[in-house]
């Protein structure tokens, strides 16, 4: 963390931190880390479904963070933030970001096929026009999608929080680990967290039928005997993740982990990871845990509230990102 920036903002009046409810625990933990408090609102519904936002405090002048992922259920979450941007627009603070620890709808970045939209890039201007100023993201989904705000986007990797996780639970032995990318599309995540921790690299080669649906092919990479890590950013369904890990153990492979920043796992998902031979799924905290997940024991979530305070600072700041200390 920056020196003495603790120190200077918890006595600052220029910065405030507020948050949806989509994930309100890991807004308080960046608050925590900061050592400010959160925000006072109150966030809710009327009886008819539409959504209401108060705001406890002024904000005028100041810097402000809204923490907000665009998770299940999204359309609340999106809508729960565009009106939180609203009201302090019309509250007359003086620079918005929205900290979006998860970006919804960045799977739908592109027209794989005939008059398909780009809601990607709908949401982005949904968010500019709201009245954002700028976007504080983790790991989206396409590096590309940063384009399509018309703002500032700062895009956090969470490869440098897997990476300090397995250097500590496996030290020197990472040397002789084998990072696997699930995908050919995963390629660049997977190469540079390799490099992060001094491992090799092997790919997973799969066609995909329809959407939520992979077949695996075969493993481009000598795995045998090696213990494997797949890293991805996102995991919903798990069919692929789970498939990948199966080609693995059938190419030799000694144990397979996982990692992933978002851990969506709609659907079947954690009873695929329970049956496959996935030792451990690593995931950040940026999507709440559900009580299933909580009580799947192959799944491990780590805080990436360190992450997003250090990055908050810089920003109030103006501090650059290169030199960050995770």
Same mark, same amino acid.
């Given at each position: 963390?920056?020196?003495?920036?603790?120190?200077?903002?918890?006595?600052?009046?220029?910065?405030?931190?507020?948050?949806?409810?989509?994930?309100?625990?890991?807004?308080?933990?960046?608050?925590?880390?900061?050592?400010?408090?959160?925000?006072?609102?109150?966030?809710?519904?009327?009886?008819?479904?539409?959504?209401?936002?108060?705001?406890?405090?002024?904000?005028?002048?100041?810097?402000?963070?809204?923490?907000?992922?665009?998770?299940?259920?999204?359309?609340?979450?999106?809508?729960?933030?565009?009106?939180?941007?609203?009201?302090?627009?019309?509250?007359?603070?003086?620079?918005?970001?929205?900290?979006?620890?998860?970006?919804?709808?960045?799977?739908?970045?592109?027209?794989?096929?005939?008059?398909?939209?780009?809601?990607?890039?709908?949401?982005?201007?949904?968010?500019?026009?709201?009245?954002?100023?700028?976007?504080?993201?983790?790991?989206?989904?396409?590096?590309?999608?940063?384009?399509?705000?018309?703002?500032?986007?700062?895009? $956090?990797?969470?490869?440098?929080? @897997? /990476?300090?996780?397995?250097? +500590?639970? *496996?030290?020197?032995?990472?040397?002789?680990? !084998?990072?696997?990318?699930?995908?050919?599309?995963?390629?660049?995540?997977?190469?540079?967290?390799?490099?992060?921790?001094?491992?090799?690299?092997?790919?997973?080669?799969?066609?995909?039928?329809?959407?939520?649906?992979?077949?695996?092919?075969?493993?481009?990479?000598?795995?045998?005997?090696?213990?494997?890590?797949?890293?991805?950013?996102?995991?919903?369904?798990?069919?692929?993740?789970?498939?990948?890990?199966?080609?693995?153990?059938?190419?030799?492979?000694?144990?397979?982990?996982?990692?992933?920043?978002?851990?969506?796992?709609?659907?079947?998902?954690?009873?695929?990871?329970?049956?496959?031979?996935?030792?451990?799924?690593?995931?950040?905290?940026?999507?709440?845990?559900?009580?299933?997940?909580?009580?799947?024991?192959?799944?491990?979530? $780590?805080?990436?509230?360190?992450? @997003? /305070?250090?990055?908050?600072? +810089?920003? *109030?700041?103006?501090?650059?990102?290169?030199? !960050?200390?995770?």
């Amino acid at each position: 963390m920056i020196s003495h920036t603790k120190d200077l903002i918890s006595h600052s009046k220029d910065l405030k931190v507020f948050a949806g409810n989509s994930n309100p625990r890991l807004a308080q933990a960046i608050c925590s880390q900061m050592g400010i408090k959160l925000g006072e609102s109150q966030i809710g519904t009327f009886s008819d479904g539409e959504i209401f936002v108060s705001l406890y405090e002024t904000v005028r002048g100041s810097d402000v963070f809204v923490v907000q992922s665009t998770c299940m259920p999204v359309n609340k979450n999106l809508m729960e933030l565009l009106i939180i941007i609203d009201a302090l627009r019309r509250a007359s603070a003086n620079r918005i970001t929205a900290v979006i620890p998860y970006f919804g709808y960045a799977r739908q970045d592109r027209k794989t096929k005939a008059r398909d939209p780009i809601t990607a890039k709908l949401v982005s201007n949904m968010i500019t026009t709201a009245g954002a100023d700028r976007i504080l993201a983790m790991d989206l989904h396409a590096s590309q999608i940063q384009g399509f705000f018309d703002i500032p986007v700062d895009h $956090l990797q969470g490869g440098g929080i @897997f /990476a300090r996780y397995y250097t +500590r639970k *496996f030290g020197p032995e990472c040397d002789n680990m !084998m990072v696997v990318s699930p995908d050919v599309g995963s390629v660049g995540r997977a190469r540079a967290f390799a490099q992060k921790i001094h491992a090799g690299l092997a790919i997973v080669d799969k066609r995909r039928p329809k959407a939520n649906e992979s077949v695996v092919m075969n493993v481009i990479g000598d795995v045998k005997g090696y213990d494997c890590i797949l890293v991805d950013d996102l995991i919903d369904t798990a069919g692929s993740l789970c498939n990948a890990a199966n080609a693995l153990v059938r190419q030799g492979a000694h144990n397979v982990y996982a990692c992933a920043s978002h851990g969506v796992l709609s659907g079947k998902a954690i009873e695929r990871i329970q049956e496959s031979p996935i030792q451990e799924l690593a995931l950040l905290d940026t999507i709440p845990a559900s009580s299933e997940a909580q009580n799947c024991k192959k799944l491990h979530y $780590l805080d990436s509230a360190p992450m @997003f /305070a250090e990055a908050i600072e +810089r920003v *109030f700041q103006n501090l650059p990102f290169s030199s !960050m200390s995770i």
